[in-house]
C-alpha cells in the first residue's frame, strides 16, 4: 500500500507492507535514533513525535501515520544537543541506549510543562526505563538544564 | 507478533462493521495489546479517520469516541472536576505518556480486559456504552456480555451528582494492577468497583446501607469487610487470591476515608 509520511519535514511516499510498524519505516529510512527496546510498549526506547505528541512508534502501524507529521531525534538536533549536554554532564548517558527515548519525552514534558515539578517530572518519564543509570542522574541534568532556561548556569559550570 | 494482510482505514461505520463482520479481521484500536497477540489478521480496520478521537461535554453527559486516548481523559479539566480526580488517578499509572497516548478508550473497554484500571473507573461511574448494532446499554451489561463483531462508537458518562475516588496496588511501578478499587457515591447510595481480581471489573453496591449512616472510621471498616466478604478474587503470577481479598478490604476502606475527606 502506499503512504506519504512526513518525517522530519520531509516528506516520504513509498509502498509498505499493511503490518509495517512505524519504528522499522523509520529506521529503514534513516532514522537510527529510534532504538528497538522492548516492543512490548513498555520501555519508551522507541519514542517520536505523531503529530507533535510522544508516541511508541513500536506499537503505531505505519500505515496510520500515512499524511502526518513524524519527528525523530533527528529532527531535534538544536533543542536536542543542548539538552543532551546537561544529561552528558551529568555522566547519566551510561550506555546510551535509552537515551534517544528519553531526550523525546523529555523534550515532549518541557513543550508541555516547562518549569515541571520533581514529581512531575518522575511521572511523566515513568514509561522510559534506564537500565543503567538508576535515573538520579537523569533528574540532576534535567534539573541543570530547567534552571539553565531559567537563566541559571550550565551543566559545565555546574560540574565544575 | 501480528500480522496483518491488509489494511483499511475506514470511510463510514458501515463500512468498518460490514468488514469486522469476517472472523479474520480485526478493529484497530491503540494496537498495544493486538499487536502482542500472535493472530493472523486478515484486514487491519483502522477507525482513525472517523472522527471519533474526540471528548464532546453536553449539560447532561460526556461523550467519548472510541478512538480518544487514554492521555486527553487525564488531562480533561471538565472530566476530572467531575470525577474530583479519580479519572486522571486511574489513568496515570498505566505505563507511560507515550502510551497512554496511544491507548484507546474504545480499545480498552471493549477488551473487557480483567487487569483495566478503565473498566473498573467506568463501571463506578453512571456510564452506557454506544454500539454500531446494539445500540446504547449500561456499561456494567456490556461488561458482563461475551465479545462480539459489534463496534464500540462511543462511551457516555451521565453528570448525575456523584463523588468518586480511585486507588490501585501494583507491585512495581507501571506494571499491571494487582487490584483496582473505585468507589462512588450518588446520594446516599454507594458502590465499590473491584477489578484485576484479577477477572473482570465487578459492581459491589452498599446493600447493607453502611456508608449511608455516614462516613466515619467505623462505617469504612465495615463497609470494607463488607466488600472483601462478597469479592471473588483468584491467583495468578502477580498474587494470590488470599492477597488481592486482603487488598480489597485496605484499598475500600482507604478509599472510604478519601471520600470522606481524609488525607492519607
Excluded at chain 2, 456523584?162 to 507491585?171: E, G, I, M
Amino acid at each position: 500500500m502506499k503512504v506519504g509520511i512526513y518525517v522530519n519535514g520531509k516528506k516520504i511516499a513509498t509502498d509498505i507492507a499493511p503490518d509495517l510498524l512505524l519504528i522499522d519505516f523509520l529506521r529503514n529510512h534513516g532514522c537510527k535514533s529510534v532504538k528497538r527496546g522492548c516492543e512490548t510498549g513498555n520501555c519508551g526506547l522507541c519514542t517520536v513525535f505523531l503529530e507533535d505528541k510522544p508516541v511508541l512508534s513500536c506499537a503505531v502501524p505505519a500505515a496510520r501515520a500515512d499524511r502526518c507529521q513524524v519527528v525523530t531525534l533527528e529532527g531535534l538536533q538544536e533543542e536536542a544537543a543542548e539538552f543532551g549536554a546537561f544529561i552528558a554532564d551529568q555522566g547519566a548517558e551510561q550506555c546510551g541506549f535509552c537515551n534517544p527515548g528519553l531526550l523525546m519525552n523529555a523534550i515532549a514534558l518541557f513543550r508541555e510543562n516547562p518549569d515541571p515539578a520533581e514529581d512531575e517530572i518522575r511521572e511523566y518519564l515513568a514509561g522510559n526505563l534506564c537500565r543503567c543509570s538508576g535515573y538520579e542522574g537523569q533528574l540532576r541534568g534535567m534539573r541543570t538544564y530547567l534552571d539553565f532556561k531559567k537563566g541559571g548556569k550550565t551543566g559545565h559550570e555546574v560540574c565544575e | 507478533m501480528l500480522t496483518l494482510k491488509d489494511y483499511v482505514r475506514a470511510e463510514s461505520l458501515t463500512q468498518a462493521y460490514e468488514l469486522n463482520q469476517k472472523k479474520s479481521n480485526r478493529i484497530l484500536g491503540g494496537m498495544l495489546w493486538l499487536k502482542m497477540t500472535h493472530l493472523p489478521v486478515q484486514t487491519g480496520i483502522d477507525l482513525s479517520g472517523l472522527r471519533l478521537n474526540t471528548i464532546e461535554e453536553t449539560p447532561d453527559e460526556f461523550l467519548i469516541g472510541c478512538m480518544t486516548p487514554l492521555r486527553d481523559l487525564e488531562l480533561h479539566q471538565e472530566l476530572n472536576r467531575y470525577t474530583q480526580g479519580a479519572v486522571r488517578e486511574s489513568l496515570r499509572h498505566i505505563v507511560g505518556v507515550q502510551f497512554r497516548n496511544l491507548a484507546t478508550v474504545g480499545g480498552s473497554t471493549f477488551g473487557r480486559f480483567g487487569f483495566s484500571d478503565v473498566l473498573t473507573m467506568l463501571m463506578a461511574l453512571d456510564t452506557d456504552v454506544e454500539l454500531y448494532s446494539g445500540g446504547i446499554l449500561s456499561l456494567a451489561q456490556f461488561a458482563a456480555m461475551a465479545p462480539d463483531r459489534d463496534i464500540l462508537i462511543r462511551i457516555r458518562i451521565k453528570k448525575t451528582p456523584r463523588k468518586s475516588v480511585y486507588l490501585s496496588h501494583r507491585n512495581s511501578q507501571t506494571d499491571l494492577p494487582v487490584l483496582t478499587c473505585a468507589l462512588s457515591g450518588c446520594g446516599s447510595k454507594f458502590q465499590a468497583v473491584i477489578g484485576a481480581r484479577p477477572g473482570r471489573a465487578v459492581r459491589i453496591p452498599d446493600e447493607q446501607r453502611i456508608l449511608s449512616e455516614g462516613i466515619t472510621s467505623n462505617t469504612a471498616d465495615r463497609f470494607a469487610e463488607y466488600v472483601s466478604r462478597q469479592i471473588v478474587t483468584g491467583t495468578n503470577m502477580r498474587a494470590s487470591a488470599d492477597y488481592r481479598r486482603h487488598l480489597a478490604e485496605v484499598l475500600t476502606r482507604r478509599a472510604v476515608l478519601t471520600m470522606g475527606g481524609e488525607r492519607l
